[in-house]
């Protein structure tokens, strides 16, 4: 029997997902596995019994990567599971960005009480008036899989699209229509584009990479577009610049005193994943990451250890070990295996960084005896019994 936790509300067509061997809990500290949107969990204490924490959606950034990976706790995301949602807000933005539909909606309710609106209107309308997007050039910064979704469906509104990832999956290249352009020099995508959309996580490498060096860049003309995360751009710069007129617009997905009511800024409340559509898909996803690694061993969508599968256990037993990723690991673990008479028919050993991740499938069950001495060797951090 596992016990999972909800840090936060998670869609029931996810949470039916969970068999009868699942039962939830009001309390983390007893909890086998924990799910989670956007609740904080750096100052919160985690059980022993705490295997996994899944986050519902695609940033961990409120989650303690460092500090659960050394607990031995796999964290895992939902890449691509709200894509669609975000990237919908994203075309929706450039769009409202250019015709000033904020401002003619906010000039109506102002005017409701007017009797002669729609002649009045007629005399007001050209206050906001814009300018289509087709035909103008969309700077993809990051094509995972909301960029891509992005670019894609731009080319389709007749924008000529670049896109610079100089990380870029295989799968996210098979998927990125043949019209995008790949940048190489991301100054390019500054200089030469109308909107700017980012689509990064938030790393070190990452943090305020929009800055007042990119910023002078850009034409006057530019919309910035963020729905990634807020401290992708120097947002200080962003505004001076706004104010100054040497960018047109700044729309953003994360309100905070900076952006909100400043000049050119447009600030939405974190809506990009708020779909219904999304909502589900991340639980559905997240709750089928937790079983397979509960009942399996199989890492998929992990931020802090590698992925790592082997599909179902068809031998005796399967370990699953949690460990530091130095040399000299692999052969310890044969070495009491085999003075333990235990036959290794299967085994794989995955690293990310300074993590590792075994999974060895033997023909014969293992004993707690042999758990334990597994689980005393230097430099793991987890041992767990799949079978």
């Known amino acids: 029997m596992y016990k999972y936790n909800c840090l936060n509300p998670i869609a029931d067509v996810g949470l039916n997902l969970f068999s009868g061997e699942y039962t939830k809990t009001d ?51 939902t890449p691509g599971a709200n894509a669609n949602g975000v990237k919908e807000l994203v075309l929706a933005a450039m769009l409202y960005a250019s015709r000033d539909l904020v401002g003619g909606i906010e000039w109506c309710i102002a005017n409701k009480d007017d009797e002669n609106i729609a002649k009045t209107a ?3 309308k050209k206050n906001f008036a814009g300018t289509e997007i087709s035909g103008k050039k969309l700077g993809v910064i990051g094509l995972g899989a909301i960029g891509v979704l992005v670019a894609n469906a731009a080319t389709n509104l007749g924008m000529e699209v670049y896109g610079y990832d100089p990380y870029i999956s295989v799968n996210a290249a098979w ?11 991301i100054d390019d995508i500054y200089r030469e584009c109308d909107f700017i959309s980012i689509h990064v996580p938030l790393l070190d490498s990452t943090k305020k990479m929009v800055n007042a060096d990119a ?13 990634a995360r807020d401290l ?11 104010a100054e007129g040497k960018v047109h617009k700044y729309v953003t997905d994360f309100a905070n005193p900076t952006v909100v009511g400043a000049k050119g800024c447009i600030v939405t409340p974190h809506l990009g994943a708020s779909t219904a559509e999304s909502e589900d898909n991340c639980a559905i996803m997240a709750v089928r990451e937790l079983r397979d690694y509960l009942e399996n061993g199989n890492i998929v969508h992990s931020v802090n250890y590698p992925d790592c599968s082997m599909g179902a256990c068809v031998t005796a037993g399967r370990i699953a070990i949690l460990h530091k990723n130095v040399k000299g690991m692999i052969s310890q673990y044969s070495t009491i295996l085999g003075d333990a ?23 014969s069950p293992i004993s707690d005896a042999v758990l334990e001495e597994l689980a005393a060797i230097e430099g793991v951090l987890r041992v767990r019994k799949i079978k």
Do not use: Q, W
């Open 27 to 77: 309390s983390i500290m007893d909890a086998d596995c924990a799910l989670v949107r956007s609740a904080s969990m750096h100052d919160m204490e985690l059980g022993d019994t705490v295997l996994a924490v899944a986050r519902a959606g695609a940033g961990v950034n409120n989650i303690p990567l460092d500090v659960c990976a050394e607990k031995g706790i796999v964290v895992f995301n």
């Open 122 to 124: 007629e005399k007001e």
């Open 175 to 185: 998927s990125l229509s043949g019209t995008v352009k790949h940048i190489s020099n």
């Open 215 to 227: 910023i002078a860049k850009m034409k006057p003309n530019a919309v910035v577009l963020n729905f």
């Open 232 to 242: 992708l751009v120097d947002e200080e710069a962003m505004v001076a610049a706004l």
């Open 341 to 363: 008479d235990v036959n290794v028919a299967d085994m794989t050993n995955k690293a990310k960084g300074e993590y590792a991740y075994a999974l060895i499938d033997v023909d």
